[in-house]
C-alpha cells in the first residue's frame, strides 16, 4: 500500500512540474504580445498619438516576464523541497 501512496505522490510532483512550466510559458506568451503591441504602435504611424502607449506596453512586457521568471523560480524551489523532503 506505502507504495502506492509513493507512487502517487511521485505522480503528483510531475504533474505540478508540468504546470509551473506552463506557467512559464503562458507569462512568455504574454510578454511577447504585450512586446509586439508596443513595437507596433510605436512603429506605426497611424497611432503617432499614442506612442506613449507603445512604451506602456513594452514595460508592461518587462514587468510581466520579470514576474514570470520569479513565480517560475519560487515554485521550482518550493517542488524541488517537496520532492526532496518525501
Known amino acids: 500500500m506505502t507504495k502506492i501512496i ?42 503617432s498619438n499614442y506612442r506613449w502607449l507603445g512604451y506602456v506596453f513594452i514595460i508592461a512586457a518587462i514587468i510581466t516576464l520579470v514576474f514570470g521568471i520569479i513565480n517560475y523560480l519560487r515554485s521550482k524551489r518550493a517542488i524541488n523541497r517537496i520532492k526532496n523532503n518525501d
Open 6 to 47: 509513493q507512487k502517487t505522490d511521485s505522480l503528483a510532483i510531475e504533474r505540478t512540474k508540468l504546470a509551473n512550466q506552463r506557467t512559464i510559458l503562458a507569462f512568455v506568451r504574454t510578454f511577447i504580445g504585450f512586446l509586439g503591441g508596443g513595437i507596433s504602435a510605436i512603429t506605426m504611424s497611424v497611432f
